[in-house]
């Protein structure tokens, strides 16, 4: 039986903004062309296995910005989670139980 946890409201608002960061940082990078920098594409079949991109524009100034003020708050929200206080009152040996607990828990309705 999985043990069930009392977490913080700021803790899982911390966390469900982390996904919800990372989900919005990780759909951006997949609208984005694949260089940040404007690249000729290239085809090559020398090695193990196929490599192709098609030519890469690059990214705009506010796509790089974008993708820059998500990263930040990805690394604020991920130390907010992973430092809280509420870590401390929990065994050692019953943390990482706890963190994934956190990290899979459905958001609150």
């Known amino acids: 039986m999985a043990t069930t946890y009392d977490f913080p409201s700021d803790l899982r608002a911390g966390q469900e903004e982390l996904h919800q960061v990372r989900a919005e940082l990780s759909a951006l990078l997949k609208r984005l062309p694949w260089s940040v920098e404007p690249l000729d594409g290239f085809s ?20 790089q ?10 690394h604020e929200l991920a130390v907010f989670v992973s430092c809280h206080r509420f870590w401390s009152e929990i065994a050692t040996g019953d ?15």
């Open 95 to 109: 943390r990482v139980e706890a963190r994934m607990s956190l990290k899979h828990s459905q958001p609150e309705t």
């Open 65 to 74: 910005a974008e993708v820059e003020k998500l990263r930040r708050r990805e």
């Open 44 to 63: 090559d079949d020398a090695g193990w296995r196929k490599a192709e991109r098609p030519a890469s524009p690059g990214w705009t100034a506010d796509e």
